[in-house]
């Protein structure tokens, strides 16, 4: 089910949507404006199930907002309608209650008055919320999100309403299905929120022509020919020195993220400007979480055949360090090469998440072994005694040898090779580990 967070003023919402969620996952400023994005976290309430809890965004004209404010009304199961105490009823709320009212949700609508004990006492509190029951709401409660006063009332309430609120019935069976994640970076006014509002049919991510108008990272998911998607959105990750206020806490979140969620990562250049010491800096870090990346060539329509050649070329050269990388072009403001996108996306998805058996795989790394021997300096002989898969997402392998410290590189990538001649795991990582232990042991 989804419960949403709407709202006028600068209410301290994303305090509290991370107050109940009981996480750090909007960041929060004294700064107006620094939740610009639709912003979504999934978690587990007991006796209810899996709850999409999203925090809606304050954008500098409200003309601006009714666009997404509307649609969250309508996809909501819950609403919290935030309001604040300190600045009463303005025409803003007026607006947001008539579309409450116009999609008649007003029976499943919170009305919650935050930031209630800045102008009054605590004796008052009770008296002070009576004025808000003339919108006819059947819950109004009073908080201070900054402070934590009577949230966990709050929490109760959300949670016996949604007990008695019917899921639907094809949400459930959605959620049940296995969810394929994907994460899109790139810097600044890339078109990247344009590819995440074109992949998903949503619009979710704010477009500006302003750079690093996406502050945190967002989510969403949704089914693409019958297969269920979640979507992130970076923000862009700048060079740590130059990182300072929201920026440095965005990137902080975004690289904790990809750590956790471990996503396919749409990488997106623009073909017309070519790529910079700081992005192959970034694919370099992807590549050390062994994450997979799609290298999309964005904007290629602004380029003629013959040059859209000799980049993908170029491309190739310069990710020679990771070969597994593929390359895409992309035209995003057009949607052009969507379907490609996500064939590549789900035959990733299945490469990075297969299994090996331990038997099949040692048969064959010990038939290489002996049709195509590595090659080792004089007297620096190392001798496979084990293999196995320990892991998936990235495919992990444990090597046993009766030296460790005789692996070199050669060696590491002969057994990869090895792996990839057989089993493929074509455009994920490998991970390969080597560990020493006796041949008694082995055996």
Not at 106 to 127: A, F, M, Y
Not at 246 to 258: V, Y
Not at 380 to 395: E, G, M, S
């Amino acid at each position: 089910m989804n419960v949403w967070l709407v709202w006028a003023t600068n209410v301290w919402k994303s305090t509290l949507f991370n107050r109940l969620i009981g996480q750090f996952r909007a960041i929060v400023t004294d700064i107006h404006w620094t939740t610009r994005d639709v912003i979504t976290q999934k978690f587990n309430v007991e006796g209810v199930g899996d709850i999409i809890f999203s925090d809606s965004p304050w954008l500098l004209d409200f003309a601006d907002e009714r666009i997404f404010i509307k649609k969250i009304i309508d996809k909501s199961d819950l609403i919290l309608f935030v309001i604040d105490d300190s600045v009463g009823i303005t025409s803003k709320e007026h607006h947001i209650f008539s579309y409450i009212m116009d999609s008649g949700k007003k029976n499943n609508t919170i009305l919650v008055v935050n930031k209630i004990d800045i102008k009054r006492k605590e004796s008052q509190l009770d008296l002070a919320i009576s004025d808000y029951y003339d919108l006819w709401f059947q819950y109004v409660t009073w908080i201070s999100a900054k402070s934590w006063n009577n949230v966990d009332s709050l929490k109760d309430i959300i949670i016996s309403k949604l007990k008695t609120i019917t899921p639907d019935p094809k949400a459930i069976k959605k959620n049940e299905k296995k969810i394929i994640p994907i994460a899109i970076l790139w810097k600044p006014n890339s078109w990247k929120s344009t590819l995440l509002n074109t992949l998903v049919w949503e619009n979710l991510s704010i477009i500006d022509e302003e750079a690093g108008t996406t502050r945190d990272y967002i989510t969403w998911e949704f089914t693409h020919n019958k297969q269920n998607y979640i979507i992130y959105d970076t923000a862009w990750l700048r060079k740590k020195s130059k990182a300072h206020g929201i920026e440095k806490i965005a990137n902080d979140k975004t690289l904790n993220m990809l750590k956790f969620i471990r996503p396919i990562v749409v990488f997106m250049a623009d073909v017309t400007q070519w790529v910079t010491h700081r992005d192959m800096t970034i694919l370099n870090n992807i590549n050390n979480l062994a994450l997979p990346i799609i290298f999309c060539l964005n904007k290629v329509d602004l380029i003629d055949s013959k040059k859209l050649e000799y980049n993908i070329t170029q491309a190739t050269k310069i990710l020679d360090f990771a070969k597994y990388i593929t390359i895409l072009p992309l035209v995003a403001k057009t949607w052009q090469y969507k379907d490609e996108i996500f064939k590549k996306i789900n035959h990733i998805n299945k490469e990075n998440t297969k299994r090996i058996d331990t038997n099949q795989l040692n048969k064959i790394i010990s038939t290489e072994y002996i049709a195509r021997p590595p090659r080792f300096t004089k007297n620096k002989f190392c001798k496979i005694l084990y293999i196995t898969q320990v892991d998936i997402n990235a495919p992990t392998f444990v090597v046993f040898v009766n030296h460790k410290s005789r692996v070199n590189f050669a060696f590491k990538r002969w057994v990869e090779n090895s792996i990839r001649k057989h089993f493929s795991f074509s455009w994920v990582p490998i991970v390969i580990r080597f560990k020493e232990r006796s041949q008694k042991d082995a055996d």
